[in-house]
């Protein structure tokens, strides 16, 4: 009996290993990242350099925007739907919460234009951050856009 060589095996674990797994954990990286982000600016400019009125305010952003984007599942709720479908009536609405573009946006303009101006902008700028944290750890596990028909599309 001959040992595999090291080639073997590491050619044996990159086929088992397809490419939407390293996909996945890309997103969950940035997951991380942005909730790291989100959460150092809740503490330093409320819990540390803020108020507790700043501080209970830039919670409630960073948690309601990180759940905002689901409660597109609402829409329609109470219409028949199959196991897995959302209602087509909150497709395109499910579909826009979900697109990194928007958040990304609010938070490139809102953070480099304004946050440093007033306490205002830096709510949003910390709710977009959430906000993406909310689409990358949605990517991280596999869920994407959905099809018109409300069933999940591809991640």
Known sequence: MTAASPHHISDAATAASPAGHR?????????????????????KHGYVQGSALHAATLTVAAVGFFIGPDLTFMIGAGQPTPKGHIAEA?????????RMSVPLTLTSIVGTVLAPLAFGPLVLFVG?????????????????????????GPA
């Open 90 to 98: 909150a497709v395109p609405w499910y579909n826009a919460a979900h």
């Open 23 to 43: 996909i996945h954990w890309s997103w969950f990286g940035v997951w991380a990242f942005l909730t790291t982000f989100a959460v150092f600016e809740v503490v």
């Open 128 to 152: 977009g951050l959430s906000w993406m944290a909310h689409i990358a750890l949605d990517r991280a596990g596999g869920y994407g856009l959905r099809n018109p028909d409300g069933s999940r």
